[in-house]
Structure formats: structure tokens, C-alpha cells
């Protein structure tokens, strides 16, 4: 079993900036850690992932903006958000894969950001 815990969402103006944290307690290996975006009336979309190697993987729209950080044996990844936009206010949701194939999601935490 895997579950992920999540913080750092909130309330910013546009050009801020926000940090998001995803820690899981996992009986598995994790292979794979990210983050994942669902806006109002929008499809769930990648943000940005990260491997236990190190590999990362970016949105066109954060890229430049956004940094994903850890996701190593501590099973701790964050998302650092600079210059954020209106357009990326959603709900976020940390995602974790396993050595075994299996996918599990964080419960979400919201973030808000004005113009």
C-alpha cells in the first residue's frame, strides 16, 4: 500500500510563488513521483514528474516556472512553483508508481492564484 500526503497549497497573486510537498508511506518501491493538475470544468493534466534516477519531465505551461524536486528512497517530492498565473489555478495531486506497476493519488490541495 502507498499513501501520499500533501501540503503547501493556498492562496497567491499572480507572480507568486508556492511550494507543494508529497511524502508517502510506502510498503513498495517508487519508481515514479509527480504532480498532476485538474482545473475547473478541464481534464486532469501532468504537471511534472520525477524518477528515482533523477529523470524529470515537464508541462510545456510550467516549464521555465515550475521545479520538481526529491522523489528518491526518502519518497519525498516537491513542486516549486514560481511566477504562477491565473491559469494554473486548480487542484493538485501528488501520483506514485511502483516497481510493480501499481498508480496511487494524493488527496488533493488546492491552489488559488489571483490577478
Known amino acids: 500500500q502507498v499513501q501520499l500526503v500533501e501540503s503547501g497549497g493556498g492562496l497567491v497573486q499572480a507572480g507568486g510563488s508556492l511550494r507543494l510537498s508529497c511524502t508517502a508511506s510506502?510498503?513498495?518501491?517508487?519508481?515514479?513521483m509527480g504532480w498532476f493538475r485538474r482545473a475547473p470544468g478541464k481534464q486532469r493534466e501532468l504537471v511534472a514528474t520525477?524518477?528515482?534516477?533523477?529523470?524529470?519531465n515537464y508541462a510545456d505551461s510550467v516549464k521555465g516556472r515550475f521545479t520538481i524536486s526529491g522523489g528518491n528512497t526518502k519518497n519525498t517530492v516537491y513542486l516549486q512553483m514560481n511566477n504562477l498565473k491565473p491559469e494554473d489555478t486548480a487542484v493538485y495531486y501528488c501520483?506514485?508508481?511502483?516497481?510493480?506497476?501499481?498508480?496511487?493519488w494524493g488527496q488533493g490541495t488546492q491552489v488559488t492564484v489571483s490577478s
Open positions: 501520483n506514485a508508481i511502483t516497481d510493480r506497476g501499481l498508480e496511487y
Open positions: 510506502s510498503t513498495f518501491s517508487i519508481i515514479v
Open positions: 520525477t524518477t528515482s534516477g533523477g529523470t524529470t
